[in-house]
């Protein structure tokens, strides 16, 4: 009867951690879907990757978590998250860039480049395949390594561990940020495309703007029939007249709107586009396109060159 009874409870703690490890197991994959919709939305790299070890931490049950970069056959650090210790993490982030140590057969991170696979280490400071001088500024015992390779290649490993929660990473740890690392590496595949391709457009709309601009110095360029003066042949046999052609009185007006040169003119008098936004009675944004409208027409590089320009049309204008 006894021993039906210790059968009986022996099954029903069986039951309850077999419970408790699904219940984990949805919680893991829960975090994940959340740790990766949460950088969905992120347009840079830079940003991706400082925000990718934090995430770990927030949402896929991690206290601490590092992200490295593979550079020059060296470990370097890309971000690092220490949840109770922000400090702490950007000494170790620095150190891990001043001293990144190098992907030899010895170290732990070249077995994952070979294996392409996660590894737990459960002791950190006698494994010898780990970089001591980080386990010794981490102060970490048992962690979890993961490669991100998108497209097949690795170039970078995440670290995570359980620090301030006292507890050895076990094989649950081990999917966890195997997971996050492989839709990392695809949420960084599609930003680095992105950027990419903003990039290109930017210098499509550079040159846009350099041939809008060649075309209105063609368009300003103006035709005249003019007969010369009979001269005596001492005279035509002497230097030219190097005097500049004068403009028209309706040159500037010609070139820019009526609200442009009212930007300009307070652009002249030295007021900020906040400033000029508060006089004219319109909105900031506005008034940067007014800015960018006025340094095209007038083909000047900043806002000096322009009120340059400015006054010598205004100048010419008024001859």
């Not at 020059?72 to 998250?81: E, L, Q, T, W, Y």
């Not at 940020?177 to 839709?183: I, P, S, V």
């Not at 060649?214 to 010369?228: I, K, L």
Request: neutral net charge; contains cysteine.
């Amino acid at each position: 009867m006894k021993l039906l009874e210790l059968l009986v409870e022996v099954q029903s703690v069986s039951d309850d951690l077999r419970a408790r490890s699904r219940a984990r197991h949805l919680r893991a994959v829960a975090g994940v879907q959340a740790a990766l919709s949460h950088l969905r939305g992120v347009e840079s790299v830079a940003q991706l990757l400082d925000r990718a070890t934090a995430e770990v931490c927030r949402s896929c049950g991690f206290d601490r978590a590092v992200l490295f970069r593979v550079e020059d056959s060296r470990m370097v650090g890309a971000s690092a998250h220490f949840a109770d210790d922000p400090a702490w993490a950007a000494s170790f982030l620095e150190q891990s860039i001043k001293d990144p140590p190098l992907l030899t057969h010895l170290l732990l991170e070249t077995e994952l480049i070979r294996r392409r696979a996660p590894v737990i280490v459960l002791d950190a400071p006698n494994d010898p395949r780990t970089f001591k001088p980080f386990v010794e500024a981490s102060k970490t015992t048992s962690y979890v390594a993961a490669p991100i390779m998108p497209e097949g290649r690795v170039i970078g490993f995440l670290h995570a561990d359980c620090y301030y929660q006292q507890r050895p990473i076990d094989a649950i740890d081990r999917e966890t940020l195997w997971a996050f690392a492989e839709g990392f590496g695809y949420a960084l595949e599609r930003t680095t495309l992105a950027e990419r391709l903003r990039d290109q457009r930017e210098q499509v709309l550079r040159l846009l703007d350099r041939g809008d601009a060649m075309s209105e110095g063609f368009a300003d360029t103006e035709v005249t029939m003019a007969t010369r003066s009979p001269v005596s042949d001492a005279a035509a046999a002497g230097p030219r007249s190097s005097a500049p052609v004068m403009l028209p009185r309706s040159r500037v007006e010609n070139l820019l709107t009526r609200r442009e040169i009212e930007v300009l003119a307070l652009m002249a008098e030295g007021e900020t586009n906040a400033g000029i936004a508060a006089r004219l009675v319109i909105s900031e944004g506005t008034v940067k396109s007014h800015v960018k409208h006025i340094l095209r027409k007038l083909r000047a590089a900043n806002r000096a060159e322009a009120v340059s320009r400015y006054l010598r049309l205004a100048q010419a204008s008024a001859s």
